[in-house]
């Protein structure tokens, strides 16, 4: 089982904090963007990532934000909906990963909740040949605007059956995808996936897509 690590991930001129954990012989690695007012702390996206361990794929948690920066947007509440701050903050933490010796030859995958869903498809669709899949958990892709028929990367959305609103900006929004794609309802379950067996389902979905489409270590030696 692999160990998590407390890492300080350079992003541009940021310094921010995250939890790193790869198991051995990993097939990839995802890096998780949560949602507007939460933390890598997030008990839904860690379990989550805890599966995906489960599964062989390494996770990377990371605070979107910079101390500072929470301090500010917990005043103006500005930074948590900047979509494209968050989208060049994402893009900053793949090229940290990208230049790590030890996670160098893992092809990467986003995984994002909420707000973080957006900026998630807005860093795929703005480095299409870099990530190689993304799932969205109870997301707002419709705020990623003209990214989505930018992203090539194959794209999961999962949306609770009962969180009638997201559902409907997820359904618009898949239409404008045009990378191979999917859409899962759980039904019964609302925003957060509270009810029994949701985040499960959530958990195992985002395993096997990610799983399908990352790939192995020796897939990736093999490549030109």
């Not at 994002?112 to 997301?139: F, K, M, N």
Request: proline share 5%; charged share 25%; no cysteine.
């Amino acid at each position: 089982m692999a160990v998590e690590r407390e890492v300080e991930v350079l992003a541009g001129d940021a310094r921010i904090r995250g939890t790193l954990a790869v198991p051995d012989g990993a097939r990839g690695l995802v890096i998780f963007a949560h949602g507007s007012g939460s933390s890598r702390h997030s008990p839904r996206n860690r379990y989550v990532a805890y599966s995906l361990r489960m599964a062989g794929l390494g996770t990377l948690l990371f605070d979107l934000l910079t101390e500072e920066e929470e301090v500010e947007d917990e005043v103006t509440a500005a930074l948590r909906f900047d979509i494209d701050f968050l989208a060049k903050r994402l893009g900053e933490v793949a090229v940290w990963v990208f230049a790590h010796p030890e996670l160098s030859r893992l092809r990467v995958g986003y995984f994002g909740s909420s707000t973080g869903a957006a900026a998630a498809l807005v860093a795929a669709g703005d480095h299409p040949e870099a990530i190689g899949a993304v799932v969205s958990r109870g997301g707002r892709p419709d705020l990623a605007g003209g990214a989505l028929g930018r992203v090539m990367a194959p794209t999961l959305f999962i949306v609770g059956g009962a969180d009638d609103v997201v559902l409907e900006l997820n359904q618009r929004a898949f239409e404008r995808l045009r990378s191979p794609k999917s859409l899962e309802v759980i039904p019964g379950a609302t925003h957060l996936f509270s009810e029994p067996g949701a985040l499960e389902r959530v958990a195992e979905l985002a395993a096997d897509w990610f799983s399908r489409f990352l790939g192995s270590p020796l897939e990736l030696e093999a490549r030109p």
